[in-house]
Each structure stands twice: as structure tokens, then as C-alpha cells.
């Protein structure tokens, strides 16, 4: 014998959205017959197309289309008995149990229908007497609005009564009134499904707005259009807090706000404007524009989005300026342009304003062959071309074009002669490796890049028509101190130039110390590591190979500069960084972490004696630019490059800091004679007299005088019919010949003999 049905406690009611894949739909609740089941499509019976299984069992059952409801459906299963009794029971008959409990379980089902029901009418709380809740007569609130009076009953007021405010001193006014303080787009019949046609109902609260001089309201949800839109000037500002989702014709513009001609928008509010396209523009009509803003005039603009269109928003100069304004940007996606900075004639100006956010960005599969900006400033042919005194703040751009080296991605096309134009902070994700492109005659632009996946690289490109330049590029990312270090401790713009011979087979270069990744011995000082030449450097064309764990360096007094930033130009060059006290003694890593940088780890060096960066300075690894920050402990450091992997050119040095600090660069010094090609050495004489044609000579020790090098001689004293000669006789030590050419002897007195010795 099967179980009878029971009746738990349970809602007769579940909702679902369908997916348009889902065919089955289960109902929780128990019913007795199929014919007991509603089906409701979009809050409409739709009792078809599907058959029910599960009449009769306690646990419920489920509905099973023959194919599945459309995605976004929404389907609401309920139970829904006919109230009726249509059966007795018979006197002195037989009083079985399974009617008596099918008669009870209808009753309990019916109950729990009811209670559903009432959930969802306007009921009194629990804890109030249900008396006083009746409605008047008919005619008593014909044309009337219902409210309460003073002791909470129901109560018929006059339409054309008035009401105040719940506070002391507010006016009585009227209904119409108060109703009319806020106008809405639902006001005229404004849905906001995102399936009616909202067009006519929008346009008419905006010239209702326009007319009477109101502040429009659109509220949640999504309104569609099929025809463009036109707020009114005279309309003192529009608030939206759902969307306008614009499926009218291509090459008109979704929303225009102001007016256009000679009119003054001034002292609007316009904020939350989001116009999204249900179909993505084929970005070829120019005409094809999101939102339009026209001739405003210190006002305030915020767009949170604007979605899929030829030109995302546009400000617009019509017969007078668009200017002093604050404008927010939000979502600018997947728009050709992003936003369109225009003048339409020659007597219309874009001017003074503040452009806050914005975040530009494109779709990876949209369009991959086609260019795309974020902001343009534009003109009409004939109209106003100097759009001066634009400031923007933090936008970001994402345009997919990293990868795309035939297509330009650039967050800034410049086509009119603007002037002081300023970015602060952009981000320039996947974008070509240009801030702006600039196509007519702009002047002082700046572009501040606090982020670029493209790495350092970055310039302003510069059209073929362009005939002016001066725009500038301030890129921060991981290299903010190479900007604003503006003093130069020490330049080597030339390595090949700054080559010299050292000796028969060593090399040094002006500035440079030559450095070793295995210096022989116990080095222990400064000296003992700053080479003034090393064999193993290959030259070149334009700079030097290092090989053989070569390496070059600055020299440094870090006794006041503790940050300083090296730039290189050399096929991925490793940076190191040689520490010491105010002796000159070697510091090692026992003292803790002495040096660090700004795009990398130092690890120290064990066998080299120095620390070192963990990868390569390149582009590619937004390394290259690389700031060095000492420890207080060190006096003096060696701060360059030294092959670590592979051999690589270098061709060229700097090294810069704080211009608060004019730290000196030490070479050429009697301890550290590194990093210079001239030396001079001078050393008192008092020479015999000299016979007519006769000569006498001197030794002037000078360290570092090779066979080979160019010298020079000279004496303090007047030497007329004298002539002084130089040569390197021996290996440290410059021989000077005072050669009497007069036809009389001659005897000079005391003097000095300055050397001065070249090498080459």
C-alpha cells in the first residue's frame, strides 16, 4: 500500500531564471493533480510546452519543457487549488481514512496559499488591533488621496490640500507641489526593463525638464531607446542612476546635452551618465557618439560609462567655449575614441578643464586592425584650433596594441594646436609606446606615466604635418629619481672617445675606475679595487665589450648623497655597487644589507668583493633605469656595471642625484689615479749654466708615464734661446732636456720643471 501525500511546511512558490540551456524545473511543494501546478513566464501564465511529473508525492516533482526557456526568463512555479468541495460524507456510511485525510491535506494546502498570499499584501503588525482599517465609501475617496490621520486610521484627504514636512517650521503645501519638487523619467512612462522602448517617455521628461527649469531624475534600471536623445539647456541638471541603452540608428549621437549655437550652459550638474550601444559601432562614422556635451561653462560632469561607440563623449564648443568645467570620467570602453575634446566654428573655444579618472580601454579581439585613442582634441575644418589649459588627473589606458606594432593604440591623438595640455599620472597598459601622437602644432604638453607596460622607452610621435614640438614625457615607473635627479655627478657620454692606453696592454677611460671580478691578493681598500687600466676591454666602433669579468664604475664621496641614479646606455648590462668606510677600507655584507635599488634585489658577491643586481637592466624587464640607495655606514662607493653572464657593449655612462647634494666624483687623484688620461708632475731645478748648443737633463718621476705617451715639459722661468724637451726614458719617469739654441751660455737660475704627460 503506497504512502498517503503529506503536507509539510512549505512555501507553494519558487521562482528560476532560465539560461536557455535548462529544460527541467523542480516544484518543492506537493500537489495533488497536475492541473493543480501554475506556470508563470515574465509574471504571465504560460501553462504549455512542458509536462509535470510527480502529482501526488509528498516531496513535490518537476516540470520538463520540451525545449528550453529563453535565457534571462523568468519562471515562477506555484500551487493554485480550486477552493470547492464538491463530495459528503454520508450519514452512518463508513468514514474511511484516506478521504478524510485527502480532505484535511486540500485544507492545509489551500491554508498555506493564503498565507502566501497575504506575505505580499500591506497588512497591520502583529502587535495592533485590526479595527480602524476600513476604506471610505466609494464616493467619499473618489479623487482622493488615502492616507492616516493623527491616530493612524484610514483617512480620504483632498487632493488640493496641503502637507508639510515632519519638522518644525516646515510650510504647508500643496500635493501637487510636493510631487512636482522631483521629476523622473518614470513620471512619463519610463520603464527602465531594458526591453520597452523608453525613447518617447525620456525625451519628453527631458523637454519637461528643458521647460521648466528641473533637475531630471532617471532611476534604476535600463532604459532602451530607438532614438537619440536631447536634454535641453534649460534644464539645470540630470541624474542617472540606471543606464541608457541606446539601439537607435549608427551615426547619431545617443545623448546630447546642452544647447548648441551661441547659448551659455553655465552652473549645470549633470552626473552618474551612463549610455552603453546594444551593438558595437564599426568605429567608421564619426558621427556615431555616445554622450554630447555642449558649450558648459563652470560646471560639473560626471560619466560613468560609455560603451561601444565610434566616439565614447564629447565636449563641444558650438558658437561659444566649453570651458572651466570639472568632468569625471569612468569606463570609456571599447570606443574608438574615448573622449572627444571639439570646437564646431571659429568662434567657439575648449578650454580650462579638469578631467578627473577615466579608464580607456579596448577589448583584445575588438577591432585588431584598426588605430585607437583614448582622448583627441579635434576641430571642425576653419574652427578654433587652440585648445589651451587642459588638466587631466590619473587616467588610465588599456588599447591592446603592445603586440600590434601596425597598429597605434595611443592614449593622447593631437590634431589642433592646443597648448598646455597636462597628464598627471597615466597608466599605459598594452598601448603603443607613445603617450601622444601629435598631428598639428601643439605645444608644451606634458605627459606624467606613473605605469607603462611598454618599459622606459616612451615618446611623444610626431606626424609627418606636425611642425612643432616641445612636449614632454616625465616617466615614473620604477624610475621616478632618473627624472627629478637632476644634478650630474659624473658623464661618459662616449666610450669609445673616453678610451685610452693605459700601458702596452691595458686600457683605462676617463672617469671610470677599471674594475675586476677577481682582484688578486688581499685588496682591502678602495685603491686596491679602482684600476686606472685592465687588459681583456674590446673595443669597438662605439663603445667596449666587457669580457673576461671586466667592469667600469663611478668613483663616489657618499659621505652627504645617499641615492644616486646610474643610466646606461649597453646591450643588458648588470648593475654592482662597491662599498667603504670614511678610510677607504672595504665593506663587506657583515654589516647588513649596505645597498639597495629601486628595480631589483643586490645580492652580495663574494668572490667579486661587491654587491650586485639579481637580473640584467633591460627594457623588457622594466629594469634598466635603476636608482642605488647607500647605507648610512658608507663613505664611498664604486657604483657601475661589470659583466656577470654574457660579454655586452657599453657605450655610454652617467651618473646622477639629488640636486640638494653635489657629491664629488674622485679619479685622477695622487691615491686613485684611475679614470685619467693626463698626468703632470713638476719638481724644482736650479739647472748649471748651459754652453751655446749644449743640453742638460733632468728625471721627473711621474707614476703611470709608459713608453709611448705623449709629454709635454716647461719652466717657470723666462727661457729665451731655451728649449725644453720631454721623453719617457724609463717606465714612471719623464727625462726633461733643457737644449741651448742661443750662440751664448746661459744660466736660467732656480725653477720649477712642469711635466704633463697624455696618453692616447
Known amino acids: 500500500m503506497s504512502e498517503h501525500i503529506r503536507i509539510g511546511d512549505i512555501a507553494p512558490r519558487v521562482h528560476y531564471v532560465a539560461d536557455g540551456v535548462q529544460t527541467a524545473f523542480t516544484f518543492p511543494f506537493p500537489i495533488f493533480e497536475a492541473e493543480d501546478l501554475d506556470v508563470l513566464s515574465e509574471n504571465a501564465f504560460a501553462n504549455y510546452g512542458f509536462t509535470i511529473e510527480g502529482a501526488g508525492a509528498s516531496g513535490g516533482g518537476v516540470i520538463r519543457y520540451a525545449e528550453a526557456p529563453a535565457p534571462g526568463t523568468r519562471i515562477t512555479l506555484l500551487r493554485r487549488l480550486k477552493i470547492e468541495r464538491v463530495t459528503d460524507f454520508q450519514s452512518n456510511g463508513v468514514l474511511r481514512a484516506n478521504t478524510l485525510n485527502d480532505e484535511l491535506d486540500r485544507q492545509v494546502a489551500a491554508l498555506q496559499e493564503v498565507r502566501d498570499d497575504v506575505q505580499g499584501a500591506i497588512r497591520l503588525p502583529f502587535s495592533e488591533a485590526p479595527a480602524g482599517m476600513v476604506l471610505p465609501l466609494r464616493a467619499a475617496r473618489a479623487e482622493k488621496l488615502l492616507g492616516f490621520d493623527a491616530t493612524g486610521e484610514v483617512m480620504a484627504y483632498d487632493r488640493t490640500g496641503t502637507i508639510a514636512a515632519a519638522f518644525p517650521g516646515a510650510i504647508p503645501r500643496s500635493v501637487e507641489d510636493k510631487l512636482a519638487e522631483t521629476l523622473t523619467a518614470r513620471d512619463f512612462g519610463a520603464t527602465g526593463d531594458g526591453v520597452t522602448d523608453d525613447g518617447p517617455a525620456l525625451q519628453a521628461a527631458m523637454n519637461a525638464a528643458g521647460a521648466s527649469g528641473k533637475h531630471l531624475v532617471i532611476g534604476e534600471g535600463t532604459f532602451r531607446t530607438t532614438m537619440p536623445l536631447l536634454l535641453p539647456g534649460g534644464a539645470v541638471g540630470l541624474t542617472m542612476r540606471g543606464s541608457i541603452l541606446y539601439a537607435g540608428p549608427g551615426g547619431q549621437v545617443a545623448l546630447t546635452i546642452g544647447d548648441g549655437g551661441a ?104 577591432y585588431p586592425t584598426l588605430n585607437r585613442y583614448g582622448i583627441r582634441f579635434s576641430a571642425q575644418p576653419g574652427a578654433y584650433v587652440a585648445h589651451n589649459r587642459h588638466v587631466f588627473f590619473g587616467p588610465a589606458f588599456e588599447l591592446q596594441t603592445r603586440d600590434r606594432p601596425a597598429v597605434l593604440g595611443v592614449p593622447f591623438l593631437c590634431e589642433v594646436n592646443s597648448r598646455a595640455v597636462i597628464a598627471y599620472g597615466m597608466r599605459m597598459e598594452a598601448c603603443s609606446p607613445y603617450p601622444a601622437y601629435h598631428v598639428g602644432n601643439a605645444q608644451d604638453h606634458i605627459y606624467e606615466v606613473a605605469w607603462a607596460s611598454q618599459g622606459y622607452l616612451l615618446e611623444v610621435l610626431y606626424a609627418a604635418a606636425s611642425a612643432r614640438v616641445g612636449a614632454v614625457v616625465r616617466g615614473l615607473h620604477q624610475a621616478a629619481a632618473h627624472r627629478e635627479f637632476t644634478r650630474e655627478v659624473g658623464a661618459v657620454p662616449n666610450l669609445r672617445a673616453a678610451a685610452f692606453r693605459w700601458n702596452a696592454s691595458q686600457t683605462g677611460f676617463d672617469q671610470l675606475a677599471c674594475l675586476s671580478t677577481n682582484v688578486i691578493g688581499t685588496p682591502s681598500t678602495l685603491a686596491d679595487f679602482a684600476f686606472p687600466g685592465l687588459e681583456d676591454y674590446a ?48 665593506l663587506t655584507d657583515a654589516g647588513g644589507q649596505l645597498v639597495r635599488a629601486s628595480g631589483m634585489s643586490m645580492a ?37 656595471v661589470a659583466r656577470i653572464g654574457a660579454d655586452y657593449e657599453v657605450r655610454a ?14 679619479y685622477g687623484l695622487p691615491d686613485l689615479r684611475h679614470g685619467a688620461r693626463e698626468l703632470r708632475a713638476e719638481l724644482a731645478w736650479d739647472p748649471p749654466s748651459i754652453a751655446a748648443g749644449g743640453t742638460v737633463q733632468l728625471n721627473v718621476p711621474l707614476p703611470g708615464a709608459r713608453p709611448g705617451d705623449f709629454v709635454q715639459a716647461a719652466f717657470t722661468l723666462s727661457t729665451s734661446g731655451i728649449v725644453f724637451l720631454a721623453q719617457i726614458g724609463a717606465q714612471d719617469v719623464v727625462t726633461v732636456t733643457a737644449w741651448n739654441r742661443s750662440g751664448a751660455a746661459v744660466d736660467l737660475g732656480a725653477g720649477t720643471v712642469r711635466v704633463r704627460l697624455v696618453k692616447s
Open 263 to 366: 547659448v551659455r550652459n553655465a552652473a549645470k550638474l549633470y552626473q552618474g551618465l551612463r549610455v552603453i550601444r546594444a551593438t558595437i559601432s564599426d568605429w567608421q562614422n564619426f558621427g556615431d557618439i555616445g554622450i554630447r556635451l555642449r558649450n558648459l561653462d563652470s560646471s560639473l560632469v560626471e560619466i560613468r560609462q560609455v560603451e561601444g561607440f565610434t566616439i565614447g563623449a564629447q565636449t563641444l564648443g558650438v558658437e561659444r567655449g566649453f570651458e572651466d568645467s570639472n568632468v569625471h570620467l569612468g569606463r570609456m570602453v571599447n570606443n574608438h575614441i574615448g573622449l572627444d575634446i571639439h570646437t564646431q566654428t571659429a568662434a567657439a573655444w575648449n578650454t580650462s578643464v579638469r578631467y578627473h579618472g577615466g579608464h580607456f580601454a579596448i577589448a583584445s579581439s575588438l
Open 539 to 586: 673595443l669597438t666602433n662605439r663603445g667596449v665589450v666587457l669580457s673576461g669579468g671586466r667592469g667600469l664604475g663611478f668613483v663616489v664621496d657618499a659621505t652627504r648623497a645617499r641615492e644616486f641614479a646610474l643610466a646606461v646606455d649597453a646591450d643588458n648590462p648588470r648593475l654592482i655597487v662597491q662599498c667603504f668606510d670614511a678610510g677607504m677600507n672595504l
Open 604 to 640: 652580495w658577491n663574494g668572490a667579486a668583493r661587491w654587491w650586485q643586481g639579481s637580473a640584467d637592466m633591460t627594457d623588457a624587464d622594466l629594469t634598466r633605469l635603476q636608482v642605488v640607495r647607500l647605507h648610512p655606514g658608507v663613505a664611498y662607493a664604486i657604483i657601475g
Open 653 to 666: 655612462m652617467r651618473l646622477c642625484c639629488d640636486p640638494a647634494v653635489s657629491p664629488p666624483l674622485l
